[in-house]
């Protein structure tokens, strides 16, 4: 149905130099989980999920927009498997077509929202500065050593968390669930989100290039503040990770080795994996708080589960 629904979006033809980047990056597909979670949740409040179908394809606008400007900020190369929108154009492109894309969002969101569109707009608006203000913190980490565990979890929960909280929410809102029933939803998904990051980490420094769809290593060349680096910089008593963050003189594929060593030296990978299923444990217990089903307790689940093991 999401994908449907993206393909039938009436794109202006002109100036192709402003569309044809946004057509290319829905057609670039992903997991669609955002508005497959919207939808999901509107059908589990017994509402007919076409209900909430612009506003799922409102918040998947909005999330593509934000890697646009996020692969721009972080100089990515390759997004899905495919060069990023300002590597094929250029970066006065992916920011502009961006901010198209943000625009597109918010139109979406109001279509046929009727007497549910206040809300709608409070959810998605304070989620977006949420996630704003996530990104700041994330660009902040750049120049500090000192970042904490606590701060990361914090920054993770507004860059990426609030979004997929926001989708889950938004299909309660759609389907008329009461005020307790959409906080239920949105901490199902603020907990499912902070699992989805965790294990991105992971697959990011231990994941399988084509799997994943990006190249493996990334955080680790650019020195990025995630669970793995900071966890691993607090506990490298020999100070062996000091010397490599911010050596310039370290060949990339050497780095990559002699860091993933140490974290796996420190067993990190099955701590992460430990966290992540703490995060996934917590989502499942909000679903104790909403009128599911036993199918669409059992869906939800199972997605959550599966959020904890993937590989891309």
Not at 60 to 69: A, G
Not at 158 to 186: N, R, W
Request: charged residues 25%.
């Amino acid at each position: 149905m999401v994908s449907a629904a993206i393909s039938r979006l009436s794109l202006p033809e002109k100036p192709a130099g402003l569309y044809d980047p946004i057509r290319y990056t829905l057609d670039c597909g992903g997991k669609r989980l955002r508005p497959v979670l919207t939808l999901a949740a509107c059908q589990a409040l017994g509402t007919e999920p076409s209900k909430a179908i612009h506003q799922a394809v409102a918040i998947e606008m909005f999330h593509n927009f934000t890697l646009l400007h996020d692969d721009v900020m972080d100089n990515a190369d390759v997004r899905r498997g495919r060069p990023t929108v300002h590597v094929k154009w250029d970066e006065r492109t992916a920011i502009l077509s961006g901010d198209a894309m943000l625009t597109t969002a918010t139109m979406l969101l109001a279509i046929k929202a009727d007497d549910h569109l206040a809300q709608a707009l409070e959810l998605f608006n304070g989620t977006a500065m949420s996630i704003y203000e996530g990104q700041q913190l994330d660009m902040d980490f750049e120049s500090r050593m000192d970042v904490t565990v606590d701060e990361y979890i914090e920054m993770i929960r507004l860059k990426t968390s609030v979004l997929l909280g926001c989708a889950c929410g938004m299909g309660a809102i759609m389907a008329g669930a009461p005020f307790e029933t959409q906080v239920a939803f949105y901490n199902f998904g603020v907990n499912l989100g902070l699992a989805f990051q965790l294990q991105d980490d992971f697959l990011d420094t231990f994941g399988d290039e084509k799997s994943f769809g990006k190249a493996i290593g990334g955080d680790i060349l650019n020195d990025k503040k995630t669970w793995l680096l900071i966890t691993a910089l607090n506990e490298d008593s020999e100070g062996r990770l000091k010397k490599i963050v911010g050596n310039s003189e370290i060949a990339p594929a050497d780095k990559i080795n002699e860091v993933r060593g140490i974290y796996e030296q420190l067993n990190l990978p099955e701590r992460l994996h430990a966290l992540v299923g703490n995060y996934i444990d917590e989502a499942i217990k909000s679903l104790d708080y909403i009128p599911l089903s036993p199918e669409a307790r059992a869906f939800f689940i199972d997605l959550a589960t599966q959020s904890a093991t993937r590989v891309k």
